[in-house]
Protein backbone atom coordinates (compact mmCIF):
# COMPACT_ATOMS: atom_id res chain seq x y z
CA UNK A 1 0.00 0.00 0.00
CA UNK A 2 1.46 3.47 -0.79
CA UNK A 3 0.31 6.09 0.80
CA UNK A 4 0.66 10.19 0.31
CA UNK A 5 0.13 13.24 2.77
CA UNK A 6 0.50 17.11 1.95
CA UNK A 7 2.06 17.21 5.38
CA UNK A 8 5.53 18.78 6.62
CA UNK A 9 7.62 17.04 9.29
CA UNK A 10 9.91 14.25 9.24
CA UNK A 11 7.85 12.36 12.06
CA UNK A 12 4.59 12.41 9.44
CA UNK A 13 6.58 9.40 7.76
CA UNK A 14 5.78 7.32 10.72
CA UNK A 15 1.93 8.34 11.43
CA UNK A 16 1.37 7.65 7.48
CA UNK A 17 3.20 4.23 7.81
CA UNK A 18 1.28 3.35 11.16
CA UNK A 19 -1.95 4.63 9.16
CA UNK A 20 -1.35 2.30 6.17
CA UNK A 21 -0.27 -0.81 8.05
CA UNK A 22 -3.29 -0.60 10.28
CA UNK A 23 -5.19 -0.08 7.58
CA UNK A 24 -4.13 -2.90 5.51
CA UNK A 25 -4.11 -5.53 8.01
CA UNK A 26 -8.04 -4.63 9.09
CA UNK A 27 -8.64 -4.79 4.99
CA UNK A 28 -9.35 -1.25 4.22
CA UNK A 29 -8.84 -0.62 0.45
CA UNK A 30 -6.03 1.69 -0.81
CA UNK A 31 -7.95 4.16 -2.08
CA UNK A 32 -10.51 4.26 0.81
CA UNK A 33 -7.77 5.03 2.54
CA UNK A 34 -5.67 7.73 0.72
CA UNK A 35 -9.30 9.61 0.48
CA UNK A 36 -9.06 9.52 4.56
CA UNK A 37 -5.33 10.75 4.12
CA UNK A 38 -6.59 14.05 1.88
CA UNK A 39 -9.27 14.72 3.75
CA UNK A 40 -7.64 14.88 7.20
CA UNK A 41 -7.35 18.42 8.86
CA UNK A 42 -7.83 18.21 12.34
CA UNK A 43 -7.41 22.10 12.93
CA UNK A 44 -6.09 21.63 16.08
CA UNK A 45 -3.07 24.09 15.75
CA UNK A 46 -0.66 21.42 14.69
CA UNK A 47 0.90 22.22 11.55
CA UNK A 48 -2.23 24.09 10.86
CA UNK A 49 -2.12 26.29 7.62
CA UNK A 50 -3.49 29.28 7.90
CA UNK A 51 -4.09 32.39 5.35
CA UNK A 52 -4.24 35.45 6.95
CA UNK A 53 -4.30 38.83 4.81
CA UNK A 54 -3.24 37.26 1.70
CA UNK A 55 0.12 36.08 3.93
CA UNK A 56 0.71 32.15 4.48
CA UNK A 57 1.06 31.19 7.95
CA UNK A 58 1.78 27.72 9.83
CA UNK A 59 1.25 27.14 13.71
CA UNK A 60 2.82 24.57 15.25
CA UNK A 61 3.31 23.00 18.04
CA UNK A 62 6.81 22.14 20.02
CA UNK A 63 7.02 21.23 23.52
CA UNK A 64 11.03 20.10 23.76
CA UNK A 65 14.20 20.41 21.84
CA UNK A 66 13.54 17.67 19.53
CA UNK A 67 9.91 19.25 18.65
CA UNK A 68 11.69 22.51 18.15
CA UNK A 69 14.68 21.22 15.61
CA UNK A 70 11.84 19.47 13.61
CA UNK A 71 10.05 22.89 13.52
CA UNK A 72 13.34 24.58 12.25
CA UNK A 73 14.06 22.00 9.74
CA UNK A 74 10.37 23.03 8.30
CA UNK A 75 11.19 27.14 8.45
CA UNK A 76 14.21 26.39 6.60
CA UNK A 77 12.46 24.59 3.97
CA UNK A 78 11.51 28.38 2.82
CA UNK A 79 12.70 29.21 0.09
CA UNK A 80 12.12 33.31 0.48
CA UNK A 81 13.43 34.83 4.18
CA UNK A 82 10.22 34.52 6.86
CA UNK A 83 9.07 36.06 9.79
CA UNK A 84 9.37 33.13 12.81
CA UNK A 85 7.24 33.42 16.04
CA UNK A 86 7.64 31.57 19.64
CA UNK A 87 5.41 31.70 22.13
CA UNK A 88 6.50 30.19 25.19
CA UNK A 89 4.74 29.72 28.67
CA UNK A 90 6.34 27.30 31.86
CA UNK A 91 2.53 26.74 33.45
CA UNK A 92 2.49 22.96 34.72
CA UNK A 93 2.17 21.20 31.29
CA UNK A 94 4.69 23.00 29.69
CA UNK A 95 6.83 22.26 32.56
CA UNK A 96 8.45 24.92 34.87
CA UNK A 97 12.17 24.98 33.77
CA UNK A 98 12.69 25.87 30.62
CA UNK A 99 16.26 25.33 30.56
CA UNK A 100 15.70 23.06 27.44
CA UNK A 101 15.62 26.17 25.29
CA UNK A 102 19.37 26.14 25.37
CA UNK A 103 18.81 22.49 23.84
CA UNK A 104 17.73 23.80 20.50
CA UNK A 105 19.78 24.45 17.54
CA UNK A 106 18.91 28.41 16.87
CA UNK A 107 21.99 28.76 15.48
CA UNK A 108 20.55 27.03 12.35
CA UNK A 109 17.94 29.61 12.19
CA UNK A 110 20.54 32.25 11.66
CA UNK A 111 21.81 31.03 9.20
CA UNK A 112 18.30 31.45 7.18
CA UNK A 113 18.78 35.15 7.89
CA UNK A 114 15.12 35.52 9.12
CA UNK A 115 13.27 38.88 7.75
CA UNK A 116 11.98 39.30 11.13
CA UNK A 117 12.14 37.15 14.87
CA UNK A 118 9.26 37.67 17.72
CA UNK A 119 9.24 36.20 21.49
CA UNK A 120 6.37 36.21 23.35
CA UNK A 121 4.56 34.10 26.08
CA UNK A 122 5.20 34.24 29.51
CA UNK A 123 8.59 33.54 29.35
CA UNK A 124 9.18 35.58 26.01
CA UNK A 125 12.02 37.23 27.95
CA UNK A 126 13.68 33.85 28.23
CA UNK A 127 13.41 32.94 24.27
CA UNK A 128 14.56 36.43 23.46
CA UNK A 129 17.53 35.89 25.39
CA UNK A 130 18.73 32.66 24.18
CA UNK A 131 17.63 34.00 20.68
CA UNK A 132 20.07 36.44 21.31
CA UNK A 133 23.18 34.33 21.85
CA UNK A 134 22.20 33.06 18.28
CA UNK A 135 23.14 36.00 17.01
CA UNK A 136 19.07 36.58 16.81
CA UNK A 137 17.44 39.94 17.49
CA UNK A 138 13.73 39.01 18.81
CA UNK A 139 11.09 41.73 19.40
CA UNK A 140 9.09 40.82 22.46
CA UNK A 141 5.59 40.40 21.78
CA UNK A 142 2.82 40.33 24.53
CA UNK A 143 0.05 38.74 22.59
CA UNK A 144 -0.82 37.26 19.63
CA UNK A 145 -2.50 39.78 18.06
CA UNK A 146 0.28 42.36 18.72
CA UNK A 147 2.16 39.71 16.42
CA UNK A 148 -0.31 40.27 13.72
CA UNK A 149 0.27 43.52 13.76
CA UNK A 150 3.80 43.22 13.57
CA UNK A 151 3.16 40.47 10.95
CA UNK A 152 1.09 42.90 9.27
CA UNK A 153 3.70 45.61 8.64
CA UNK A 154 6.13 43.19 6.29
CA UNK A 155 5.46 42.42 2.34
CA UNK A 156 2.62 39.58 2.22
CA UNK A 157 5.33 37.43 0.18
CA UNK A 158 6.79 36.95 3.57
CA UNK A 159 5.90 33.52 4.90
CA UNK A 160 4.78 33.36 8.74
CA UNK A 161 5.96 30.30 11.08
CA UNK A 162 4.37 30.53 14.26
CA UNK A 163 5.68 28.00 17.11
CA UNK A 164 4.08 27.60 20.69
CA UNK A 165 4.27 25.17 23.56
CA UNK A 166 1.53 23.47 25.15
CA UNK A 167 -0.48 26.04 27.00
CA UNK A 168 0.28 28.77 24.87
CA UNK A 169 -0.76 26.86 21.42
CA UNK A 170 -4.82 27.42 22.40
CA UNK A 171 -4.41 31.45 22.58
CA UNK A 172 -2.23 31.31 19.81
CA UNK A 173 -4.47 29.25 17.32
CA UNK A 174 -7.39 31.41 18.61
CA UNK A 175 -6.14 34.77 17.72
CA UNK A 176 -5.06 33.17 14.36
CA UNK A 177 -8.69 31.74 13.83
CA UNK A 178 -10.02 34.18 14.60
CA UNK A 179 -7.73 36.74 11.88
CA UNK A 180 -8.40 34.01 9.49
CA UNK A 181 -11.69 34.54 9.73
CA UNK A 182 -12.02 38.15 9.22
CA UNK A 183 -11.78 40.28 5.84
CA UNK A 184 -8.18 41.80 6.49
CA UNK A 185 -7.13 44.89 5.31
CA UNK A 186 -6.82 45.94 1.66
CA UNK A 187 -3.84 48.58 1.84
CA UNK A 188 -1.04 48.12 -0.56
CA UNK A 189 1.83 45.67 -0.17
CA UNK A 190 4.29 47.33 -0.90
CA UNK A 191 3.29 50.51 0.67
CA UNK A 192 2.54 48.86 4.00
CA UNK A 193 5.55 46.16 4.21
CA UNK A 194 8.91 47.62 2.42
CA UNK A 195 10.08 50.18 4.54
CA UNK A 196 9.57 48.01 7.77
CA UNK A 197 10.26 44.17 6.39
CA UNK A 198 14.01 45.69 5.45
CA UNK A 199 14.49 47.25 9.06
CA UNK A 200 13.62 44.09 10.22
CA UNK A 201 15.52 42.03 8.06
CA UNK A 202 18.70 44.40 8.92
CA UNK A 203 17.89 43.68 13.07
CA UNK A 204 17.86 39.93 12.38
CA UNK A 205 21.02 39.69 10.17
CA UNK A 206 22.79 41.97 12.85
CA UNK A 207 22.24 40.92 16.20
CA UNK A 208 25.94 41.29 16.63
CA UNK A 209 26.37 44.17 14.70
CA UNK A 210 27.83 45.88 17.38
CA UNK A 211 30.82 43.06 17.80
CA UNK A 212 34.25 44.17 17.93
CA UNK A 213 36.66 42.54 15.39
CA UNK A 214 38.78 39.61 16.87
CA UNK A 215 42.29 39.99 16.39
CA UNK A 216 43.10 37.27 14.82
CA UNK A 217 46.89 36.95 15.62
CA UNK A 218 46.31 37.41 19.88
CA UNK A 219 46.29 34.00 21.42
CA UNK A 220 42.68 33.15 21.92
CA UNK A 221 41.11 33.06 26.03
CA UNK A 222 40.74 28.82 26.36
CA UNK A 223 37.35 27.58 27.46
CA UNK A 224 36.89 24.20 28.73
CA UNK A 225 33.83 22.22 28.77
CA UNK A 226 34.66 19.41 30.74
CA UNK A 227 32.81 15.92 30.05
CA UNK A 228 29.82 17.60 27.65
CA UNK A 229 28.95 14.17 26.49
CA UNK A 230 28.36 13.53 30.46
CA UNK A 231 28.24 16.33 32.09
CA UNK A 232 25.49 18.88 30.25
CA UNK A 233 21.57 18.19 31.89
CA UNK A 234 18.96 21.35 31.12
CA UNK A 235 20.72 23.02 28.81
CA UNK A 236 24.25 23.91 31.09
CA UNK A 237 25.88 23.63 27.80
CA UNK A 238 24.50 27.13 27.31
CA UNK A 239 26.75 28.21 29.97
CA UNK A 240 30.01 27.90 27.72
CA UNK A 241 27.96 29.74 24.57
CA UNK A 242 27.00 32.95 26.94
CA UNK A 243 30.98 32.65 28.16
CA UNK A 244 31.94 32.35 24.28
CA UNK A 245 29.87 35.02 22.79
CA UNK A 246 30.45 37.67 25.78
CA UNK A 247 34.05 37.34 24.66
CA UNK A 248 33.40 37.30 20.98
CA UNK A 249 31.38 40.49 21.49
CA UNK A 250 34.42 42.01 22.65
CA UNK A 251 36.48 41.47 20.33
CA UNK A 252 38.46 39.00 22.18
CA UNK A 253 39.64 35.50 20.64
CA UNK A 254 38.14 32.43 22.03
CA UNK A 255 38.57 28.91 21.57
CA UNK A 256 36.25 26.38 23.38
CA UNK A 257 37.45 22.49 24.10
CA UNK A 258 35.25 19.99 24.45
CA UNK A 259 37.29 17.33 27.22
CA UNK A 260 34.73 14.34 26.09
CA UNK A 261 34.66 11.19 28.15
CA UNK A 262 38.08 9.48 27.89
CA UNK A 263 39.83 12.92 26.66
CA UNK A 264 43.13 14.50 28.33
CA UNK A 265 43.22 17.70 29.10
CA UNK A 266 46.15 19.98 29.96
CA UNK A 267 44.59 22.67 32.39
CA UNK A 268 47.99 24.40 32.84
CA UNK A 269 46.74 26.07 29.32
CA UNK A 270 42.81 26.75 29.78
CA UNK A 271 41.79 29.85 31.23
CA UNK A 272 38.20 29.04 32.08
CA UNK A 273 36.45 25.83 33.15
CA UNK A 274 32.70 24.66 33.09
CA UNK A 275 31.09 21.60 34.16
CA UNK A 276 27.00 20.85 34.22
CA UNK A 277 24.84 18.29 35.84
CA UNK A 278 23.74 14.95 34.84
CA UNK A 279 21.81 11.74 35.38
CA UNK A 280 23.11 9.03 38.16
CA UNK A 281 24.99 7.14 35.79
CA UNK A 282 26.97 9.52 33.71
CA UNK A 283 27.80 11.56 37.13
CA UNK A 284 29.81 8.00 38.09
CA UNK A 285 31.73 7.86 34.94
CA UNK A 286 32.69 11.72 34.97
CA UNK A 287 33.31 11.01 38.74
CA UNK A 288 35.90 8.37 37.79
CA UNK A 289 37.48 10.98 34.95
CA UNK A 290 37.60 13.68 37.08
CA UNK A 291 39.35 11.62 39.84
CA UNK A 292 42.31 11.11 37.36
CA UNK A 293 42.83 14.60 37.19
CA UNK A 294 42.04 15.47 40.85
CA UNK A 295 45.63 16.95 41.47
CA UNK A 296 45.70 19.07 38.54
CA UNK A 297 42.20 20.51 38.85
CA UNK A 298 42.95 20.99 42.69
CA UNK A 299 46.04 23.05 41.43
CA UNK A 300 44.30 24.95 38.81
CA UNK A 301 41.58 25.94 41.68
CA UNK A 302 44.24 26.97 43.97
CA UNK A 303 45.67 29.18 42.23
CA UNK A 304 42.83 30.97 41.44
CA UNK A 305 41.75 29.39 38.03
CA UNK A 306 37.97 30.30 37.40
CA UNK A 307 35.76 27.25 37.62
CA UNK A 308 31.61 27.20 37.19
CA UNK A 309 30.67 24.08 38.18
CA UNK A 310 26.74 23.19 37.96
CA UNK A 311 24.24 20.46 39.95
CA UNK A 312 26.54 17.03 39.85
CA UNK A 313 29.46 18.24 39.07
CA UNK A 314 29.19 20.90 41.93
CA UNK A 315 28.61 17.63 44.29
CA UNK A 316 31.63 16.23 43.41
CA UNK A 317 33.97 18.84 44.40
CA UNK A 318 33.35 17.99 47.79
CA UNK A 319 34.89 15.05 50.05
CA UNK A 320 32.20 12.41 49.10
CA UNK A 321 28.32 12.80 47.49
CA UNK A 322 25.84 9.95 47.83
CA UNK A 323 24.76 7.61 44.29
CA UNK A 324 21.72 4.78 45.00
CA UNK A 325 22.89 4.62 48.96
CA UNK A 326 26.54 4.06 48.31
CA UNK A 327 29.42 6.74 49.63
CA UNK A 328 31.75 7.96 46.26
CA UNK A 329 34.80 9.60 47.11
CA UNK A 330 34.72 13.41 46.04
CA UNK A 331 37.62 15.45 44.71
CA UNK A 332 38.07 16.90 47.86
CA UNK A 333 38.71 20.31 46.62
CA UNK A 334 35.82 22.35 49.03
CA UNK A 335 35.11 21.09 52.51
CA UNK A 336 31.60 19.78 52.05
CA UNK A 337 29.21 16.79 51.85
CA UNK A 338 26.24 15.37 49.59
CA UNK A 339 23.89 13.29 50.72
CA UNK A 340 20.78 12.05 49.87
CA UNK A 341 17.35 11.60 52.14
CA UNK A 342 15.60 9.67 50.08
CA UNK A 343 15.43 8.25 46.66
CA UNK A 344 16.18 9.93 43.38
CA UNK A 345 12.41 10.89 43.35
CA UNK A 346 12.33 13.10 46.90
CA UNK A 347 13.48 16.24 44.88
CA UNK A 348 13.83 19.86 44.95
CA UNK A 349 12.50 21.47 41.99
CA UNK A 350 11.44 25.12 41.50
CA UNK A 351 12.64 28.95 40.06
CA UNK A 352 14.80 30.42 43.14
CA UNK A 353 16.29 33.32 43.31
CA UNK A 354 19.39 34.54 45.27
CA UNK A 355 21.87 37.44 46.61
CA UNK A 356 24.97 36.90 46.03
CA UNK A 357 28.01 38.70 46.94
CA UNK A 358 29.03 38.51 43.06
CA UNK A 359 26.28 40.38 41.51
CA UNK A 360 24.77 44.00 42.55
CA UNK A 361 21.41 42.49 41.04
CA UNK A 362 19.71 39.32 42.33
CA UNK A 363 20.69 35.89 40.84
CA UNK A 364 18.16 33.89 39.17
CA UNK A 365 17.76 29.91 38.08
CA UNK A 366 16.06 26.85 38.55
CA UNK A 367 16.84 24.23 40.96
CA UNK A 368 16.35 20.15 40.11
CA UNK A 369 18.99 17.92 42.42
CA UNK A 370 17.77 15.09 44.88
CA UNK A 371 21.35 15.46 46.50
CA UNK A 372 21.39 18.02 49.92
CA UNK A 373 24.55 19.27 50.02
CA UNK A 374 25.96 20.70 53.51
CA UNK A 375 29.18 23.33 53.32
CA UNK A 376 31.32 23.25 56.43
CA UNK A 377 31.89 26.07 59.32
CA UNK A 378 33.36 28.81 57.32
CA UNK A 379 33.01 28.23 53.66
CA UNK A 380 31.28 30.42 51.74
CA UNK A 381 27.77 30.43 49.78
CA UNK A 382 27.31 31.30 46.53
CA UNK A 383 24.20 33.28 47.84
CA UNK A 384 21.21 33.46 49.85
CA UNK A 385 18.10 32.62 48.84
CA UNK A 386 15.40 35.42 49.05
CA UNK A 387 12.42 34.04 46.43
CA UNK A 388 9.37 32.56 47.69
CA UNK A 389 10.32 29.17 46.81
CA UNK A 390 13.35 27.51 46.65
CA UNK A 391 15.87 26.06 48.96
CA UNK A 392 19.54 25.80 47.22
CA UNK A 393 22.09 23.69 48.92
CA UNK A 394 19.24 22.01 51.50
CA UNK A 395 16.00 22.39 53.19
CA UNK A 396 17.74 24.34 55.98
CA UNK A 397 20.29 26.82 55.23
CA UNK A 398 18.89 28.46 53.00
CA UNK A 399 22.08 29.42 51.02
CA UNK A 400 22.97 27.86 47.71
CA UNK A 401 26.22 26.60 46.01
CA UNK A 402 29.69 27.66 47.39
CA UNK A 403 32.32 30.40 46.51
CA UNK A 404 35.78 29.83 46.76
CA UNK A 405 38.71 31.30 45.16
CA UNK A 406 37.67 31.38 40.84
CA UNK A 407 35.01 28.55 41.87
CA UNK A 408 31.52 28.71 41.90
CA UNK A 409 29.89 25.69 42.66
CA UNK A 410 25.75 26.05 42.20
CA UNK A 411 22.78 23.91 41.88
CA UNK A 412 21.17 26.91 39.85
CA UNK A 413 20.36 25.60 35.66
CA UNK A 414 18.69 28.33 33.77
CA UNK A 415 21.30 28.01 32.22
CA UNK A 416 22.98 30.31 35.20
CA UNK A 417 24.78 32.35 33.38
CA UNK A 418 22.27 33.50 30.34
CA UNK A 419 20.23 35.88 32.92
CA UNK A 420 22.73 36.36 35.23
CA UNK A 421 25.31 38.64 33.19
CA UNK A 422 27.43 40.05 36.27
CA UNK A 423 27.88 36.68 37.44
CA UNK A 424 29.31 35.98 33.50
CA UNK A 425 31.59 38.73 33.61
CA UNK A 426 32.93 37.58 36.99
CA UNK A 427 33.74 34.33 35.28
CA UNK A 428 35.32 35.81 32.28
CA UNK A 429 37.48 38.95 34.59
CA UNK A 430 39.50 36.33 36.42
CA UNK A 431 39.43 34.47 32.61
CA UNK A 432 41.29 37.14 31.51
CA UNK A 433 43.44 38.03 34.05
CA UNK A 434 44.80 34.13 33.99
CA UNK A 435 45.12 34.80 30.37
CA UNK A 436 46.91 37.64 30.35
CA UNK A 437 49.39 35.98 33.02
CA UNK A 438 49.27 32.81 30.93
CA UNK A 439 50.50 33.99 27.75
CA UNK A 440 52.11 37.37 29.20
CA UNK A 441 55.45 35.32 29.60
CA UNK A 442 57.23 32.35 31.52
CA UNK A 443 58.79 34.56 33.96
CA UNK A 444 55.35 36.23 35.32
CA UNK A 445 53.80 33.07 35.37
CA UNK A 446 56.16 31.09 37.20
CA UNK A 447 57.06 33.87 39.77
CA UNK A 448 56.97 33.05 42.95
CA UNK A 449 53.74 33.55 44.44
CA UNK A 450 54.26 36.40 46.72
CA UNK A 451 57.01 37.96 45.54
CA UNK A 452 57.36 41.07 43.47
CA UNK A 453 57.30 39.72 40.15
CA UNK A 454 54.01 37.96 40.33
CA UNK A 455 52.24 41.00 42.01
CA UNK A 456 52.86 43.01 39.17
CA UNK A 457 51.79 40.67 36.84
CA UNK A 458 48.89 40.21 38.76
CA UNK A 459 48.20 43.64 38.67
CA UNK A 460 48.90 44.05 35.06
CA UNK A 461 46.68 41.11 33.95
CA UNK A 462 43.88 43.12 36.55
CA UNK A 463 44.23 45.86 34.39
CA UNK A 464 43.90 44.46 30.88
CA UNK A 465 40.77 42.66 32.16
CA UNK A 466 39.40 45.58 33.73
CA UNK A 467 39.85 46.96 29.71
CA UNK A 468 38.76 44.06 27.91
CA UNK A 469 35.78 44.17 30.12
CA UNK A 470 33.48 46.81 28.54
CA UNK A 471 29.91 47.39 28.94
CA UNK A 472 27.13 45.08 27.01
CA UNK A 473 24.33 46.06 26.56
CA UNK A 474 22.37 43.69 28.80
CA UNK A 475 18.56 44.80 28.28
CA UNK A 476 17.25 41.20 27.24
CA UNK A 477 19.50 39.34 29.98
CA UNK A 478 17.73 41.78 32.57
CA UNK A 479 14.98 42.21 31.77
CA UNK A 480 14.43 38.50 31.78
CA UNK A 481 16.13 38.57 35.11
CA UNK A 482 13.85 41.15 36.41
CA UNK A 483 10.40 39.48 35.14
CA UNK A 484 11.44 36.03 37.50
CA UNK A 485 11.84 38.17 40.48
CA UNK A 486 8.66 40.62 39.83
CA UNK A 487 7.40 36.52 40.04
CA UNK A 488 9.24 34.82 42.74
CA UNK A 489 10.52 37.54 45.06
CA UNK A 490 7.66 38.45 47.84
Not at 211 to 240: K, R
Not at 271 to 290: I, T, Y
Not at 462 to 479: C, G, Y
Request: negative net charge; glycine residues 12%; charged residues 20%.
Amino acid sequence: MALHGAFNGAYMVYNLLATGVMASLLGCGQASVQRAVDAFDPRNGRLQAYEIGGRKVLLNLAKNPTGFNQNLKIVAQDEGRPAVAFFINDKEADGHDVSWLWDIDFEELAHNRPVAVYAGGIRGADMAVRLKYADITADRVASPQELLSQLDKLPRDVNAYVIANYTSLPGVKAALDAAAGGAGSTADVAERGAGSAADAAERAAGAASGDVAADGSAAPVVIAHLFPDLLNLYGDGGNVRVLEQRLRWRGVPVEVRRVNHGDSIDLAGVDVVMMGGSPDREQRLASADLLEIADDLREYVESGGPLLAICGSYQMLGRQWLLDGEEVAGLGIIPMTTGRPGTSADRLTSNIVLQSPLAGEPVVGYENHAGRTYLDDGVQAFGEVVSSEGCGNNEQSKQDGVLYKGLIGTYLHGPLLAKNPQVADELLRRALERHAVRVGGAGAAGADAGGPAAAGAGSAAAATAAAVLTPLDDAAERQANAELCQRFVR
